[in-house]
């Protein structure tokens, strides 16, 4: 350290003054906000009182609250929704990947669903899931099915919105789309001349050459499905009996309508450390499925 | 002289502005702004106000502020709306802070909140000291306002949840009034039997189709639930608040009559049907009767924005118990932390006053159509008459009067998570035939006495 020259030094301030601005950024409202929270986490608030410290109370809590077990159990089975969307987002990313007329109106419609407001999404689901009018209900009447109630239906509100969210697969897609054309055509030509099938083409190219996507979108499709809280707050408000109280949703009633700010910190808490957890497992195992070129 | 910034004044001002940054991050703003710092504004006084609502509530407030300092020079008021959620996670943050606005509006759970957490100051004394001008007994809803015989407030609004019907439906169908029922014979001639009968005669399948149309009944919501239970002879709590009673005999036999109307009497639509978002519902003329609050509702008169048929207001049908009606204010209460007590109490006392409504209501400010009357002399003022002649005013002035207990809200821990997440929620189940009356109701108390025990 103390070898290092004047240059050195002045580079360090320099770069350290550079991102300041960032720096003061993170600490006043993300790291700052973050220990807050971890301290109101050890305490028992309501918002408007004294807080009072518990020490871990509100983690202890947590073991015997059904409602907690309930929400992570329905926000895990809602992970259900990221493989589904991994496969169709690439399935078509493969289709948008070809050299047909008016492939820019298609990419653009698949995609548009993606930037669209939660809200809006949600109140146009509404619809499509009502048990009497819904489009989904009144084609299954055409080929002799009765539909459920959807969303009132302890049984198939989740499943619903694990449906729906197959509505925002452009994101992903457009992502694959971007890591299709990013693989030289030469490896395509070659195997062609060996007489290599499209699957086989598939199987030992186009995903290998992928799988850095295929690692983000899934990272971030878990991160997001923990996360999820519009369709729920809007839609189903948790329920029919709560079988659609994601853990967001729960963390927020907790938070904003029922002032238990001290459990909900820890909610959060807690939250942040599932993520943790699920995110360090895809990356320790990344290493046997994911190919990076150059090593 | 060189006017090129060096990259060494550059670093130089961007530490300085960091610095700045953070202390500005770290600032805490005053509570109230005193005034100017010259010498001739020395005398004036600002007091904050702040209140949920919408923007349209904005030139109200502001106007209101006007005619107070008209009568009250040096001392203004300033306006703060918020709408619902940020106002009830805000104030909550600003009364903890110590820095609430001079006054603020609190509906009965942020004003419980409020007192048990010192952020308000009795106002019983200001009261006394106002004497007849200010004339206590004219105000409603007492009860809201008092803890252990203390007033903490006077109401900003005051609202009834009643039920509205379609008069023109009826009319056509031939059937008596609700109105007309409760009127002439009471809880004899307006009770859940002549709600059901009623409510068969009038659902119907208007297309041939085998599929219900047109509803009697839209549903009850958290608040007219509540009424239905009580109406009934049920109670969620006992007196002393330490125990769950919502699965007694009678609040179960209030839960059954909910549910039947769904799976027996078939007069309301099911909760999965999500009617409403299919436009059946009371303002598409496709429900016969529906909840409504007396202070939004009747927006609904308003030129521009009326219904296509008449309608009016009844009271939720008498059970057993008789009729009961959930009603509520916002209180207007004087912060803790105010330097400035005594002027923001006289703001309350206009804000509430039956001045406020008819000078308001002669510079177009029309208070019937955002806020509830705030003392039963208002309930003979043009300014209630006149933009609400078309209902039976008598019939909202009942809900005040059926508004039992009083305060309806229950003082318990955590109030609206008791009755609009564990009632609804077990109410929905009973209604979707999930549950039976009494499962639901023993799973309600289940998981009341565990938030009673939380809160212990």
Redesign the interface.
Known sequence: MLGKSKLYWKNVFEGYAFISLWIVGFVVFTAGALLGSFSISLTKWNIVGTPEFIGIGNYQKMIEDEFFWKSLKVTLIFLLNVPLNLALGLFLAMLLNQKIRLIGLFRTLFYLPSVTAGVAVSLLWLWIFNPRFGVINVLLKYIGIKGPAWLGSETWALPALIVMSVWGVGGGMLIYLGALQGIPTAFYEAATLDGASAFQKFRRITVPMITPVLLLNLIMGVIGSFQVFTQAFIMTKGGPNYATLFYVLYLYQNAFQWFNMGYASALAWVLFLVILAFTFLILRTSSSWVYYEGG | MSTQLS?RSM?KW??A??TT??LA??AVPAATDSGGGDMADMEDITIGWARHGSEGDVPTETGLAELFKSKNPGVSVEPLVLPW?DY??KI??M??GGTAPDTFGCHPALMA??H??G?SIPLTDFIDAYGADLNYDDVVYHGDALFDGVVFGLPQKSCTHQLRYNKTLLEEAGMPSPGDLYWEQGADGWNWNTFIEMGKELTKDLDGDG?TDQYFYGGSGGTNQLATIRAAGGEVFDEAISTCTINSPDAVEGIKFMADLVLEHKIQP?????AS??GINFNTGKIVMAGGTTCDSVRDLREGYELPFEWDFVLVPAGKAGFRCWGDTDQIVVSSSSEHAQEAFDWSVYRSSLDAWEEGYDSGIKLAFSDGPTRYSIFESKAYTEPLGALDIPMIREGYINTIPNPFVPRSP?P??VLF?VMT?EV??AL?G?KTAQEAADDMCAQIEEILA?NT
Not at chain 2, 270 to 274: A, D, I, R, Y
Request: glycine share 8%; aromatic share 2%.
């Open positions: 990259r670093l961007m530490a502005g960091s940054a953070a991050a770290c959620g009830n996670t909550p943050v009364v903890a909140e409020t048990t957490a952020g599929e099911p909760p999965e049907m999500q978002e299919l955590q609206y998570r997440t929620t929905d189940n979707r999930a939380e």
